[in-house]
């Protein structure tokens, strides 16, 4: 857990901190330098155009991660208040907007995101907008299916007998138990989502290419390992595994702080 | 009166409770015996308006209940509480004794954290329960609580649902003791439910039984 939480930090102040300090701009492209090994002039080696993979990395966690996060919130907030409706609403309201749920999923995401940011220039906002259209149905599936259980049960049940008004039901009982759940599935959807961008951008439909996304870098990187660049599709990999593991860590570590019972246990 | 007139309920296609009526009356203790899986939780559930029957109707005090659970209007619905046999079940995880006892209050807007304890104390939770939360108590310490949640917004009628059946002698002689003060100061009605008919001799003014679906007999 400390392990996580020091490379997120470590992360995070370098993405913080790296773009304002750097002497050096990522974006220079330099032919006398391309496709150098790493060295202590370039740490983790240069890209086919000579760019420094390791500052590139770094710029391109940035922009992969916040159009992530984004995306992921969106889709987040959307599926969780579709679900939270048609769990306790129940009926007819409930019915109607799991048949959406089932005409949304019925179509290939991808596909289905391809055509939304075809709509749009390439931008971080049409990977946002195609991420979050495609990806609320399971953030949807998620919470009704946890609302469903909930309000059967007994505590729920005395607090509606107690006069509880749905929203105070809904805010009092069931997002605290959601919480977890949902917080889980958003960062489940980062990477997801990153994959996604990374795709996009691979079909020319992302982040426009001259844009340091960790996607683009591994897109660029994949077309020089056959010439032996194996740095610079490598680095711009690693920069997605090691924050996705540490988030996952990390969210594994908050879900069972919110549940009372297992933060007493975990504190014998 | 708290009452259901030929309330039928089915879980699918099976036929849980077939034409059977009821009657609480306010200031008495109505005993409801049946062996295990006749039915007598689900008929508590209707009179407490947590479950809707497929046919029958259920007053209180000649209100018709037209709506269920949450669609229920809320004057109708906190003035039946109903206390569940599993105090573990009943209550949110999450919430300290403090804040299960004061959440009928806090929803009502008429938090009091002096009558909070007061109820505690009538309960017979000691101060030093009521900041810890479900997993921390004992069942009857939990059940103590359910207690004094039921009679925070001073009901007219209480659905004991084998309320004391987890629970030892002292505690259920405690527990029932404190609906029993309660009923008498209050006037309200008290629904027994129980399989225990030494308890139910002891306490109910009178007794009826349910058995499978043959209704109830006097």
């Known amino acids: 857990m400390r392990a996580a939480a020091a490379a997120l930090a470590a992360l ?56 992530g996060l984004v995306a992921a919130s969106a889709s987040m907030v959307v599926g969780g208040l579709v679900g939270l409706a048609a769990g306790s609403l ?17 179509v290939p995401h991808l596909l289905l995101g391809i055509f939304i940011v075809a709509l749009f220039a390439p931008s971080p906002v049409a990977v946002v907008v195609s991420v979050g259209v495609t990806h609320w149905t399971t953030a949807a ?63 020319g439909l992302g982040l426009p290419p001259h844009l340091a996304s960790l996607g683009n870098m591994i897109n660029d990187g994949q077309r020089s390992l056959l010439a032996g660049d194996w740095w610079s599709s490598l680095v711009p990999g690693l920069f997605i595994l090691v924050p996705t593991l540490a988030l996952g860590v990390l969210a594994q570590h908050w879900r069972d702080r919110l549940t009372p019972r297992l933060r007493s246990e975990l504190s014998l | 009166m708290l009452e259901a007139r030929d309330v039928t309920v089915r879980y699918g296609r099976q036929v849980v409770l077939d034409g059977v009526s009821l009657t609480v009356e306010p200031g008495r203790v109505t005993g409801l015996a049946g062996p295990s899986g006749c039915g007598k939780s689900t008929l508590a559930r209707v009179l407490a308006l947590m479950l809707r029957p497929a046919a029958g109707t259920v007053t209180v005090d000649g209100a018709a209940v037209r ?128 399989h225990d008919d030494a308890l139910l001799a002891r306490w109910a003014h009178h007794r009826v039984r349910l058995g499978g679906f043959e209704g109830l007999e006097s």
């Open chain 1, 12 to 67: 995070g102040l370098a993405v913080l901190l790296v773009p304002p300090l750097a002497q050096l701009d990522q974006q220079l492209v330099d032919l006398r330098s391309a496709g150098l090994p790493p060295s202590l002039a370039h740490p983790l080696g240069t890209d086919q155009v000579g760019r420094d993979v390791l500052l590139r990395s770094v710029y391109g966690l940035r922009v992969s991660f916040l159009v």
């Open chain 1, 90 to 106: 129940g009926g007819m309201p409930d019915r109607l907007l799991m048949r959406l749920v089932d005409g949304f999923t019925s």
């Open chain 1, 141 to 203: 599936r998620i919470v009704r299916s946890e609302v469903l259980s909930l309000r059967s049960r007994p505590f729920v049940e005395a607090a509606i007998s107690g006069g509880a008004s749905r929203s105070r039901v809904v805010r009092r009982h069931l997002l605290p138990h959601l919480a977890p759940h949902l917080l889980l599935a958003a960062v489940l959807m980062v990477p997801h989502a990153v994959w996604h961008e990374t795709a996009l951008s691979f079909l």
């Open chain 2, 67 to 194: 709506r269920w659970r949450q669609r229920a209007p809320r004057g109708l619905r906190t003035a039946v509480a109903l206390l569940y046999q599993q105090p573990r079940l009943a209550v949110d995880p999450r919430l300290t004794l403090t804040e299960i006892i004061a959440e009928p209050l806090a929803a009502a807007g008429r938090a009091d954290p002096g009558r909070v304890a007061a109820l505690a104390a009538e309960a017979g939770l000691t101060g030093d329960l009521l900041g810890r939360r479900p997993h921390e108590v004992s069942d009857g310490q939990l059940q103590r609580a359910c207690v004094a949640r039921a009679l925070s917004l001073e009901p007219r009628y209480l659905v004991c649902d084998e309320m004391t059946t987890m629970l030892d002698a002292s505690t259920q002689a405690h527990l029932v003791a404190v609906v029993e003060a309660y009923r008498e100061r209050s006037g309200a009605g008290v629904l027994a439910v129980s």
